[in-house]
């Protein structure tokens, strides 16, 4: 009797899904350009595809001033989001410090004393926060527990601690402009100062791991607005009910309460 043959199927270890697998129009594909779908021949084909029937006749694109026009504003609009993420995805964080998933870094500038602040990933999306409050001195702080707090108009985002330690001193310009903390993350724009006996309590990632847990988060963002407004009608114009106003960051694409909740979710550790 012929012996039956079993074939398995091999996934390699650490694999990164395809975008389009997550939007659910791809059962199978994985991504072996590390989320750099802009130069991605298949994300390009995939995107074509998309183009939705309203703006094709009979298969073709629309013909005609009209149709062209309502076509560059739309190609405009992606420009938009692309150049929005084209910052922090072309930064690296630095390697002198540790990073948690809720993008805080932690650098020990004494024995037992860490400066804490953000990443420049989240850093360059806060043009919608108003300001940032901080801990008094004195104040403790636990791990996984708000350390401080961004205002905008839909309330407040927290920004969890990076341990258990005592607040030593809070770096007062960055309450005053929050610019400082968008133009120099990792240097001026600091939050405050936290004493700690026991460092070893921080789950933190080096900076290599950062940038690609951060990497695929923006990435996947990205797509996922670009995939979104490529398939809108063209006649709705760049951003749909707001009179053709060019977005300029984040927030006017996505509007405040979509804007908050993802800075929620990024800021929670937990996308």
Same mark, same amino acid.
């Given at each position: 009797?012929? &012996?039956? $043959?079993?074939?398995?199927? %091999?996934? =390699? ?9 997550? *939007? ?26 998309? !183009?939705? #029937?309203?703006?094709?006749r009979a298969g073709k694109p629309a013909q005609g001033a009209a149709g062209s026009k309502a076509r560059t504003r739309q190609d405009s609009m992606l420009d938009v989001i692309r150049g929005i993420f084209a910052g922090p995805l072309s930064m690296k964080p630095p390697s002198d410090r540790m990073y948690t998933r809720g993008h805080v870094w932690l650098k020990?500038?004494? =024995? ?10 989240? #850093? ?11 801990? $008094? ?28 330690? $005592? ?8 309450? &005053?402009?929050?610019? !400082?903390? +968008? +133009?120099?993350?990792?240097? *001026?724009?600091?939050? *405050? &100062? ?14 290599? #791991?950062?940038? /690609? ?14 995939? &979104?407004?490529?398939?809108?009608? *063209?006649?709705?114009? %760049? ?5 053709? !106003? +060019? =977005? ?8 405040? /309460? ?14």
């Amino acid at each position: 009797m012929e &012996e039956k $043959k079993t074939i398995s199927k %091999v996934i =390699p270890e650490g694999e990164l899904n395809c975008i389009w697998v997550d *939007a659910g129009l791809v059962s199978y594909k994985l991504c072996d350009r590390n989320f750099e779908c802009d130069e991605c021949p298949f994300d390009q084909v995939m995107r074509q595809k998309s !183009i939705p #029937a309203s703006a094709t006749r009979a298969g073709k694109p629309a013909q005609g001033a009209a149709g062209s026009k309502a076509r560059t504003r739309q190609d405009s609009m992606l420009d938009v989001i692309r150049g929005i993420f084209a910052g922090p995805l072309s930064m690296k964080p630095p390697s002198d410090r540790m990073y948690t998933r809720g993008h805080v870094w932690l650098k020990e500038t004494v =024995p037992n004393t860490f400066q804490v602040g953000i990443d420049h990933f989240v #850093a360059g999306l806060l043009e919608g926060v108003g300001s940032i409050v901080l801990p $008094k001195p004195g104040t403790s702080t636990f791990k996984d527990n708000p350390c401080a707090w961004m205002t905008c108009e839909e309330g407040t985002i927290a920004v969890q601690s990076p341990l258990d330690g $005592k607040v030593k001193c809070v770096n007062p310009e960055v309450m &005053e402009s929050i610019a !400082i903390v +968008r +133009r120099d993350p990792y240097g *001026a724009g600091w939050f *405050a &100062e936290l004493s700690c006996s026991d460092k070893s309590q921080a789950a933190c990632f080096d900076a290599s #791991a950062m940038e /690609s847990i951060s990497r695929e988060q923006f990435t996947g963002l990205k797509q996922n607005l670009i995939m &979104e407004f490529d398939a809108l009608p *063209a006649s709705l114009g %760049v951003t749909l009910m707001d009179g053709g !106003i +060019r =977005p300029r960051n984040l927030k006017d694409l996505l509007g405040t /309460s979509r804007y908050v909740s993802f800075l929620e979710t990024l800021f929670s550790g937990t996308r």
